[in-house]
């Protein structure tokens, strides 16, 4: 019998959830304010805080850390990876802390894993991370060949949602046309064809999202790089964390952002509507790829709960597909059945090896 942590650090939470084999004993999203999070300089800054949160939570829930078998976090911002499970080692810790493709809270799952798994002396995985890139090639072209498109986005849930689709509809993954779309701290619009995540739009060229700006006029975005008045650190900040709903309402929950709504305030409706129909624009930028070929589209992620959001991106998309809502994350599943895999021998973790630029 195996017994799993699991630590799915986001931008607003951390989730965690312990499993004996399939069988989940609990979960538990850990919500952290924007205040509670702006105490911090960095997100490698937090490693201590959601930690401690996380070993609590496991008292609370009475799971000792001499049970554990194994830990699989959420994968962080690596150097592109291929779909499937890492094991995590000094190299992965090293890359996260000194040297990840961006700052994100994805990051320290794997740290905190380690640090437990360390401890105890069990192996720790990510799984499906978020910096897996198997897109087409000629998607990530450019205007500029210094510059060129990543599949970073959260390729976990959203991979997860199509297969869980594919089943649903007596299918094969690979037999599958759909647009994904996770909607949370940050939003991803991704395309997966013939197997793949074939495009992957994220916060770097799609909309905002509660707390990033997602993409941004460049020649304005240069004049403010140019003032002087930034860092590279105190921009990428600005932008990653305090941008989107927490820039021009000073909240990072859209449920707050509703009762805002609700309580009659014109800002909020249309800031919320403007997110929303970023999100349209984008699940339209995928069609042209597949030539429309696309047979529904999918959201997801926890701003899926909300029928107020999700109604606002229907009524914009459902001429080009059919929209199917599955509410929250599929990720804890994911991770855990990942895992599984790998401690039973039907699957094999990859070596992960540090990349010094």
Same mark, same amino acid.
Request: aromatic share 6%; with cysteine.
């Given at each position: 019998?195996?017994?799993?942590?699991?630590?799915?650090?986001?931008? #607003?939470?951390?989730?965690?959830? $312990?499993?004996?084999?399939?069988?989940?004993?609990?979960?538990?999203?850990?919500?952290?304010?924007?205040?509670? !999070?702006?105490?911090?300089?960095?997100?490698?800054?937090?490693?201590?805080?959601?930690?401690?949160? %996380?070993?609590?939570?496991?008292?609370?829930?009475?799971?000792?850390?001499?049970e554990l078998t194994a830990i699989v976090a959420r994968?962080?911002?690596?150097?592109?990876?291929?779909?499937?499970?890492?094991?995590?080692?000094?190299?992965?810790?090293?890359?996260?802390?000194?040297?990840?493709?961006?700052?994100?809270?994805?990051?320290?799952?794997?740290?905190?894993?380690?640090? !437990?798994?360390?401890?105890?002396?069990?192996?720790?995985?990510?799984?499906?991370?978020?910096?897996?890139?198997?897109?087409?090639?000629?998607?990530?072209?450019?205007?500029?060949?210094?510059?060129?498109?990543?599949? #970073?986005?959260?390729?976990?849930? +959203?991979?997860? %949602?199509? +297969?869980?689709?594919?089943?649903?509809?007596?299918?094969?993954?690979?037999?599958?046309?759909? $647009?994904?779309?996770?909607?949370?701290?940050?939003?991803?619009?991704?395309?997966?064809?013939?197997?793949?995540?074939?495009? +992957? /739009?994220?916060?770097?060229?799609?909309?905002?999202?509660?707390?990033?700006?997602?993409?941004?006029?460049?020649?304005?975005?240069?004049?403010? +790089?140019?003032?002087?008045?930034? #860092?590279?650190?105190?921009?990428?900040?600005?932008?990653? #964390?305090?941008?989107?709903?927490?820039?021009?309402?000073?909240?990072?929950?859209?449920? *707050?952002?509703?009762?805002?709504?609700?309580?009659?305030?014109?800002?909020?409706?249309?800031?919320?509507?403007?997110?929303?129909?970023?999100?349209?624009?984008?699940?339209?930028?995928?069609?042209?790829?597949?030539?429309?070929?696309?047979?529904? *589209?999918?959201?997801?992620?926890? /701003?899926?709960?909300?029928?107020?959001?999700?109604?606002? !991106?229907?009524?914009?998309?459902?001429?080009?597909?059919?929209? *199917? $809502?599955?509410?929250?994350?599929?990720?804890?599943?994911?991770?855990?059945?990942?895992?599984?895999?790998?401690?039973?021998?039907?699957?094999?973790?990859?070596?992960?090896?540090? $990349?010094?630029?």
């Amino acid at each position: 019998m195996e017994k799993l942590l699991i630590i799915n650090p986001g931008s #607003t939470s951390t989730k965690i959830a $312990v499993y004996e084999d399939e069988n989940q004993l609990f979960v538990e999203s850990i919500s952290h304010s924007a205040d509670q !999070i702006a105490k911090y300089d960095s997100v490698v800054d937090q490693f201590e805080f959601r930690k401690e949160l %996380i070993i609590e939570a496991l008292g609370r829930h009475k799971i000792l850390l001499d049970e554990l078998t194994a830990i699989v976090a959420r994968g962080g911002l690596l150097p592109p990876l291929k779909a499937g499970a890492y094991e995590v080692n000094e190299d992965m810790v090293w890359q996260l802390r000194y040297a990840p493709e961006h700052e994100h809270a994805s990051n320290l799952g794997a740290i905190i894993a380690y640090e !437990i798994a360390k401890l105890k002396g069990i192996p720790a995985y990510i799984y499906d991370g978020v910096s897996v890139d198997e897109m087409l090639l000629s998607v990530k072209i450019t205007g500029l060949p210094e510059c060129e498109r990543k599949g #970073t986005g959260h390729n976990l849930n +959203m991979r997860a %949602i199509a +297969m869980k689709y594919a089943r649903e509809h007596n299918k094969a993954y690979k037999d599958c046309t759909l $647009v994904v779309v996770h909607l949370g701290g940050g939003i991803s619009v991704s395309l997966h064809a013939d197997g793949r995540v074939a495009d +992957m /739009i994220n916060d770097e060229d799609g909309g905002f999202s509660p707390e990033r700006a997602g993409a941004l006029p460049m020649f304005q975005l240069i004049e403010m +790089m140019s003032s002087g008045e930034y #860092t590279q650190k105190t921009m990428m900040k600005k932008i990653k #964390t305090q941008g989107g709903l927490v820039a021009y309402l000073g909240v990072n929950d859209s449920r *707050i952002v509703e009762k805002m709504i609700a309580a009659g305030d014109e800002k909020a409706k249309l800031i919320y509507e403007a997110m929303a129909l970023n999100v349209a624009r984008n699940i339209a930028r995928e069609f042209p790829i597949v030539e429309g070929k696309v047979e529904a *589209i999918l959201l997801t992620g926890g /701003i899926a709960y909300s029928e107020m959001f999700t109604a606002m !991106i229907k009524k914009r998309v459902d001429f080009l597909a059919p929209v *199917i $809502v599955y509410p929250g994350e599929n990720e804890m599943e994911s991770l855990a059945l990942g895992g599984l895999r790998v401690l039973r021998g039907e699957e094999k973790a990859r070596p992960f090896v540090r $990349v010094v630029k």
